[in-house]
């Protein structure tokens, strides 16, 4: 899935779908990015680069966090305060870039942007949510085709997923008091419509997740702290599927649906969606999976805040460095087969010349290739 966006309180959720102009867009024109490890081919080496610079490798001149890689690792989302990554940007908000790794091209969005921007399996479309009039949205723009859509989800807080495009969707959706429940919605695989396949009488986050195809969703009751599985076939939710008697936080549903990834005490499980078994991974905090469900970050169990990365090939149960140094990163920050990995660190000692003193977005290439 990409991206179950929660800073705060922000999900999908529902509501009239309208068309309406985003935001302004800014392309840089394409560049070469400091410290880029590839060849002249374009194709990526083993090694660490800085991604939130400019075309020509200047350095953001603000923070930037909130990252995610697109599954095929040809592009990155992020957020920054800075107003020197794009020409003619001279404000100071937070707006939503769009890396083109290939070229160092960024897009800018001014966007405001209330929780992590995300995009589709496809790496087509960016989305973020924000606020319109006195509701919240979620703004969404293909990159290629060049449209734009504006969907208010909720009057109160939405929190929002996104499986391959802008059909395969899913929402956790409140409204203001003295509503005390939420809604979860999916848009219908078939028909694009949208259906209520639960009911969560709380407010605390649900963190919606859905597979690349829409036909599977994981959320969380958060205050219940339990993790459910929904199936398209049987339009039936499953769960808790942790068991009885045990806490968990639901992590990220894989997207090809077939790996759900939880936390529950000092360790970490993989939930099988098939088999219906779960493979702990001991001692450890999952932090995102990649799309196939094969390879787990993680950062040592009871940390909290920044911390050295590492991913785990869940098949042959070696653990790769991402970086030892403190630094963050959150769901859909591995592309397919653990080739990439985006994170975020105010570490100056990651790449030669980074002295802006600010949080800077880094991918780390474990795998060679375009």
């Keep these: 899935m990409r991206r179950n966006t929660n800073r705060g309180t922000i999900r999908r959720g529902r509501a009239v779908l309208s068309s309406a102009v985003v935001c302004a867009i800014t392309a840089v024109l394409p560049g070469a990015a400091s410290a880029e490890p590839a060849d002249a081919g374009g194709v990526r080496q ?4 800085r991604v939130s610079v400019a075309a020509d490798g200047t350095q953001a001149n603000d923070d930037s966090s909130d990252a995610s890689i697109a599954p095929a690792g040809h ?5 920054s305060y800075a107003n020197n990554l794009s020409p003619g940007d001279t404000g100071r908000n937070e707006d939503v ?3 083109e790794l290939a070229t160092g091209q960024n897009r800018q969005f001014r966007a405001y942007p209330l929780a992590p921007p995300m995009l589709s399996s496809d790496g087509e479309v960016v989305a973020f949510l ?3 009039f006195n509701n919240m949205a979620l703004y969404q723009y293909h990159l290629s085709m060049g449209w734009s859509m504006a969907y208010t989800c909720a009057l109160r807080s939405c929190e929002a997923a996104m499986g391959a ?7 956790s959706v409140s409204f203001r008091h003295p509503e005390t429940n939420q809604r979860i919605e999916v848009r219908k695989p078939d028909t694009g419509g949208l259906q209520t396949i639960d009911v969560i009488h709380n407010l605390a986050p649900v963190r919606p997740s859905i597979s690349n195809d829409g036909t599977r969703l994981a959320y969380q009751d958060g205050g219940e702290q339990d993790v459910f599985l929904w199936d398209w076939a049987g339009n039936t939710a499953a769960g808790p599927i942790e068991g009885p008697g045990k806490a968990a936080e639901l992590i990220q549903l894989s997207d090809d649906g077939s790996k759900v990834v939880y936390r529950s005490g000092a360790d970490t499980y993989v939930h099988d969606t098939v088999s219906g078994t779960a493979l702990p991974v001991p001692g450890v905090r999952g932090v995102a999976i990649d799309p196939t469900g094969r390879y787990l970050l993680h950062t040592p169990s009871g940390t909290t805040g920044p911390a050295p990365l590492t991913l785990r090939d869940l098949e042959t149960g070696t653990d790769e460095s991402v970086t030892d140094r403190p630094a963050s990163a959150g769901i859909d920050a591995v592309s397919t087969g653990g080739r990439h990995i985006v994170f975020e660190s105010v570490a100056e000692d990651i790449v030669p010349g980074d002295t802006n003193g600010k949080t800077d977005i880094f991918l780390r290439t474990l795998r060679g290739g375009n």
């Design 165 to 171: 495009n802008d059909r395969h969707q899913a929402f």
């Design 46 to 49: 083993v090694g660490v680069e």
């Design 97 to 99: 870039f769009v890396r």
């Design 75 to 79: 592009r990155i989302v992020f957020s």
């Design 130 to 132: 924000g606020p319109r």
